[in-house]
């Protein structure tokens, strides 16, 4: 597609319940990035896909936090569990071009944990 | 790991002046340096970046400059005008692979 595209853009759930967040990287874009940011702060790095690489997984905060991204392409965040502190809007960006390429971001999921 | 400083958290200008974001980082090895805007209720878009073999780079009214040595960079942007009300990221890495953000500049641009 023409850009990075995220869904769902708001999700609201209650604590204790598990979600799953998605993003659709650029078609072609090798490295797929989640991040986290929470309101008012910076980006807070989560996990790095590259190609057919083992992920960097080493942001994730607990083991209720996992990531996988299929066939190259669509990656899936999912959060067990969820706890207040996890709400925040989580983004995703992917890269192509080469290592000196910026990244495209999506236009994030808005998580709130009620 | 790398580590990212940015100053100031916010920093407020009439339009038509300039405004300068500093950044600093930890890790020698970085060698890319690329700057974010972020609007209310959207992803950060890439504006500008720097590799560590460049001193200063420009693109019309923003520019970067990097100090190695001393492992600072600073965006600068003049003439400002009230589209540019956002927040500002500055980061780091090495070949882009894994880049750490600084915590963001709230800049606000008065007409």
């Known amino acids: 597609g023409a850009g990075v595209s995220q869904s769902p853009s708001n999700k609201v759930t209650e604590k204790g319940k598990d979600v799953e967040l998605r993003c659709d990287p650029i078609s072609g874009h090798t490295a797929l990035y989640w991040y986290r940011q929470s309101l008012g702060q910076g980006l807070e790095f989560l996990i790095y896909?590259?190609?057919?690489?083992?992920?960097?997984k080493s942001g994730l905060p607990s083991d209720r936090f996992s990531a996988e991204r299929t066939g190259g392409s669509v990656s899936t965040l999912t959060i067990q569990r969820t706890q207040q502190e996890d709400s925040a809007v989580y983004l995703c960006?992917?890269?192509?071009?080469?290592?000196?390429?910026?990244?495209?971001f999506g236009s994030g999921t808005r998580l709130t944990v009620v | 790991g790398e580590n990212v400083e940015q100053h100031p958290s916010t920093l407020s200008v009439q339009e038509g002046d300039s405004a300068v974001i500093k950044c600093t980082y930890s890790d020698s090895a970085s060698n890319y340096f690329p700057w974010y805007k972020q609007e209310l209720g959207k992803g950060p878009q890439l504006i500008i970046d720097i590799r560590s073999n460049v001193g200063e780079k420009k693109d019309q009214r923003i520019a970067v400059t990097l100090n190695k040595t001393a492992k600072h960079f600073s965006l600068h942007i003049t003439e400002t005008q009230p589209e540019d009300s956002a927040v500002y990221f500055c980061a780091a890495g090495a070949g882009g692979f894994k880049t750490i953000f600084g915590a963001g500049t709230r800049l606000f641009v008065k007409a």
């Open positions: 896909f590259q190609g057919n690489s083992a992920p960097d």
């Open positions: 960006a992917s890269r192509g071009g080469g290592e000196y390429a910026g990244y495209t």
